[in-house]
């Protein structure tokens, strides 16, 4: 059973950081890409960064500059590093396993989720 638990949310103040965490467990970690992916109220699930299994990685617009995104494989962990936070960051950010090795940035190339973080951000 592949199961991904995130943890690292919480509130922040404009300006400030976070670094969500996500564990995988039930697949090889190392052979996936990963991804994140945000949802605010009444708004669709939307693409924020991926990695490939070889740390290839792939952004959304809106966060290059101020988010990174990078995993260990010794850990079976990807993480979401997120400075300069905004108001408009906020989110529940959700961590995805990828159906194959590559960068993905649409939903339908995942296929194992996690429970998700809420990330809030006070002006």
């Known amino acids: 059973q592949v199961q991904l638990v995130e943890s690292g949310g919480g509130l922040v103040q404009a300006g400030g950081s976070l670094r969500l965490s996500c564990v995988v467990s039930?697949?090889?970690?190392?052979?996936?890409?990963m991804g994140w992916f945000r949802q605010a109220p009444g708004k669709e699930r939307e693409f924020v960064a991926a990695?490939?299994?070889?740390?290839?990685?792939a952004y959304v617009d809106f966060v290059k500059g101020r988010f990174t995104i990078s995993r260990d494989n010794a850990k079976n962990t990807v993480y979401l590093q997120m400075n300069s936070l905004k108001p408009e960051d906020t989110a529940i950010y959700y961590c995805?396993?990828?159906?194959?090795?590559?960068?993905?940035?649409?939903?339908?190339?995942?296929?194992?989720w996690g429970q998700g973080t809420q990330v809030t951000v006070s002006s």
């Open positions: 039930g697949r090889t970690f190392s052979r996936y890409g």
């Open positions: 990695t490939s299994w070889r740390d290839s990685t």
């Open positions: 995805a396993s990828g159906k194959s090795k590559f960068v993905a940035t649409s939903l339908s190339e995942y296929n194992y």
